[in-house]
């Protein structure tokens, strides 16, 4: 083993070894919009389900590279509202093309021509294209380690699911294809599902 202390670590080394180890992670790819109706559409890996009762979802969101809040934060926060759409592998090109840093007021819905269709609970679009859109309203937002980290809680108030993997009680994984976040540029698809009863 190769044992490696936190103490003293770059932040760019624990980010690696962090997005290295824990694989694969689940995409969120997220749809705001600013005041000004801007549709700001970008994909967040640091992010799961993190309560069903009410149903909750939380996602990771970092600073700009150059320490600015990003789109998609400043749109939660100035909103409170936001749509978490699952990206699949039909989607994998233009949701990585959406990761770019496009300005403020660029909408990446636009410039990828990404069909939109509208919020039912949340005026916040949804992404067409994907078969599991999730329309959240802000729950909290927890600041996390040293303010680069803030941590976006949002409830989910409605669910729309394809009829292509949904049946009206169950969501078929397969059929839904789901992409994956891996470490550095790689991505995943799924691989061999196994199946075990609860013990």
Request: proline residues 6%.
């Amino acid at each position: 083993m190769i044992s490696l202390s936190c103490e003293g670590m770059s932040a760019s080394d624990a980010y690696k070894l962090l997005t290295g180890s824990v694989v694969p992670r689940p995409i969120a790819w997220i749809s705001t919009q600013s005041d000004d109706k801007i549709v700001n559409v970008a994909p967040f890996s640091s992010f799961n389900y993190v309560a069903h009762s009410p149903p909750m979802l939380a996602v990771n969101i970092t600073l700009t590279d150059s320490g600015g809040i990003k789109d998609t934060a400043r749109n939660i926060r100035d909103t409170g509202e936001f749509v978490v759409n699952i990206a699949t592998r039909a989607t994998l090109d233009v949701m990585h093309e959406s990761s770019a840093e496009y300005s403020g007021d660029v909408s990446e819905a636009e410039e990828l021509g990404i069909a939109l269709v509208p919020g039912q609970q949340v005026s916040v679009p949804r992404l067409a294209v994907s078969p599991i859109q999730m329309e959240c309203k802000l729950s909290q937002i927890v600041p996390l380690g040293t303010g680069v980290n803030t941590l976006y809680i949002g409830e989910v108030v409605m669910f729309h699911l394809s009829r292509d993997i949904y049946n009206g009680r169950h969501i078929d994984s397969v059929a839904m294809d789901p992409i994956a976040r891996l470490g550095g540029p790689f991505y995943a698809a799924l691989g061999e599902i196994f199946s075990r009863k609860r013990p």
